[in-house]
């Protein structure tokens, strides 16, 4: 029976994940582990049986105590202080507590001589910024990342590397590009931007104002559970040591994200540029290039951005119902 | 006046530093900040006043308290765990320290919003291995770091970067090539053919052994006199968020060092190669370009590798009557 570890349980993709193992119908057991208690219900499925413990991934005596006891063969390192601006304002915590729960993880599994693959994510971050020429951007293209943040997950990166090159271990590292979807929080651009807008819609306001970020940079945004088909595929189909990017392939400027909720929703709104809401050396535009992670493990996007948003607004519409 | 902070300041490379300082002739201020006591006379010069306080640079508030109350304007960041041989046995240390340390210099500098110059050392060990076609090794070529030292010296690298593009902060970035010199501790390979082949010359051993490791690697040697008027120059005249190399650009290999060490000594040795000495993925070449270095600060290396090696062996035979 395969056995799934997944740090950082209690985020959004979690869940798409356990949801996506369930659909398989194999018996497999999960671990998830957090320092927050999920907020979703994971013992429900039929084929995976799900257990949670609340530990700091900081605290390796603790992780080191979880993967000794539960033996997993698959790692899925979702765990990460994620946030850019976090990083500007908090740049030494960002950087070492990514990289700290990395090394607190693969450690143990290398000293305990694990046979265990670990998915490593990392982000599009790390490419910083680039030319428009260069987009979509593949895997070899060079790395100059900009934020505490990238540089923590461009240096994830290296240690995997050097883990499957200098001891042999068996990790397949991900660069994945901005993933959206339902269950993700309103700290991300386009989860904002929905519940703003159902906000907007339910209050039946006339000329509402929206404050924005820069909305002329471009990303490449995949749903969320095209995110976890890839990871599920690289688990058991990458090659180890080796860099996939996770990305739809397009890019998108966040003003025509904004735009597309707008219309689906029927709404007027005044758009309202925030300086404070621009963060330094942001990056203009981000695509990633595909075709590695689709020849290599038969992976193809199946949900496409307008269904996307779509089902993000249901979301948020069911969501704020509960609340009025 | 000019003040110098000096970490790592135990190290052999601070001496040659400060004997730098010296013959400038200027009055300066130097606080040197080292995990242990220095093991050389740092209070015997006319124009430098120095001061040094025994502190472990992972101690946050040590390291802030030192830096608020000196108020330095340049930073000299010789501090490590240089050893790859180490790294490859505490992976997790070796990148965990090093590149914290360095964040809490950085970060107490940025929060002072002191101007003050910081030299960040790097390593030779992060371009990895390269192809011969590719030496001598310009500032441009990719990184690929083999060992979790190399990671650690790239990571450092990035946070330089995002510290003086996102923060406006003053950081000078070397990659330094292997240095050698009077004072090198017998853990580094010259010097510990040195001290061997002083050994074998004083006992007039006939048909002595001498362990080594892979000889056929070639590096790139520079006389720490030499490496110490570099720092010098780049804390006057690099440019800000620049990458220098500091190396001779020359390449040689460990046997013919040895070599000439045995000649100058007129020794006749048996060299057994001993596995255990052999690093996993060490890197088979490093030679540097060091034409950035020159055309930018107008450096040269003035000391040649014969000269190197003769006071290397004069100081281990110096070394070696005090023991005897």
Not at 41 to 56: G, L, M, R
Not at 180 to 201: C, D, N, P, T, Y
Not at 302 to 317: A, K, M, T
Request: proline share 2%.
């Amino acid at each position: 029976m395969d056995k799934y570890l997944i740090t950082g349980f209690s985020g959004f993709v979690s869940k798409h994940f356990l949801e996506l193992l369930e659909e398989k119908k194999e018996i497999v057991s999960v671990v998830g582990i957090d320092i927050n208690y999920p907020g979703f219900a994971y013992t429900i499925y039929k084929h995976v049986t799900c257990n949670f413990h609340k530990i700091d991934l900081l605290d390796k005596s603790q992780v080191d105590n979880v993967i000794y006891n539960f033996q997993p063969n698959y790692i899925l390192h979702l765990a990460s202080y994620s946030s850019v601006a976090f990083s500007w304002k908090n740049p030494v915590a960002s950087f070492t507590n990514n990289t700290n729960v990395f090394l607190n993880l693969i450690e143990q599994v290398r000293l305990l001589d694990l046979k265990c693959r670990i998915l490593s994510i990392g982000s599009s971050e790390e490419y910083g910024n680039v030319r428009e020429e260069d987009i979509p951007l593949s895997e070899e293209h060079a790395l100059t990342p900009v934020s505490p943040y990238a540089v923590a997950r461009v240096s994830q990166e290296l240690i995997s590397k050097v883990y499957v090159e200098g001891f042999g271990m068996d990790i397949v590292i991900t660069r994945s590009f901005n993933h959206i979807g339902i269950g993700q929080k309103e700290l991300f651009v386009v989860s904002s931007f929905a519940k703003k807008l159902v906000e907007i819609k339910s209050l039946n306001l006339h000329n509402a104002e929206i404050q924005t970020g820069d909305l002329k940079i471009i990303r490449d945004f995949l749903d969320v559970r095209d995110v976890v088909r890839a990871y599920y595929l690289l688990l058991k189909k990458g090659r180890k040591g080796e860099i996939y990017n996770v990305c739809s392939n397009n890019g998108i400027a966040l003003e025509e994200v904004l735009n597309k909720m707008v219309a689906y929703l029927k709404l007027e709104v005044n758009i309202i540029r925030d300086p404070k809401l621009i963060r330094p050396s942001d990056n203009k535009i981000i695509v990633g290039n595909n075709s590695k992670l689709k020849s290599e493990t038969g992976w193809d996007a199946q949900i496409g951005l307008e269904r996307s948003l779509e089902d993000i607004i249901h979301y948020w519409q069911k969501k704020h119902e509960n609340i009025v």
